[in-house]
């Protein structure tokens, strides 16, 4: 990893909310808020951002029987999950996320696919 790399990683270890993010990286935690139960699939990444071309695939779940809260009221501040998400697109770099799955609008669990290209 060079100075430039770790720079841009510090950096966004000291963002806390959400306008200090790129609009891509707004679009993604905004996505994972909206769909609060859900899988993102094939969400490809490059220098540490997401990349919405082509368009991941959304599998939605509703929960029955809890009240829904609205996703969409402004919350500026991220959560340590939305956090380490992003930092760890930033770290990884470029590749492709198979699998998001989110719960109760926040990031759980990644599965990620990258090509090796050095050994």
Do not use: W
Not at 36 to 60: A, D, M, T
């Amino acid at each position: 990893m060079n100075y430039f790399s770790k720079v841009l990683i510090f950096k966004h270890l000291s963002m806390k909310f959400l306008p200090e993010l790129s609009a891509r990286e707004q679009k993604l935690i905004r996505l994972c808020r909206e769909n609060r139960y859900c899988r993102i699939q094939n969400l490809r990444f490059c220098n540490g951002e997401p990349s919405f071309r082509p368009p991941p695939k959304v599998e939605s779940k509703i929960r029955l029987g809890q009240p829904r809260r609205n996703a969409l009221l402004p919350c500026s501040d991220l959560t340590e999950l939305e956090r380490e998400l992003l930092e760890t697109l930033r770290q990884r770099r470029d590749g492709t996320v198979l699998e998001i799955d989110v719960r109760e609008g926040q990031p759980c669990d990644l599965k990620f696919e990258q090509t090796v290209t050095e050994l």
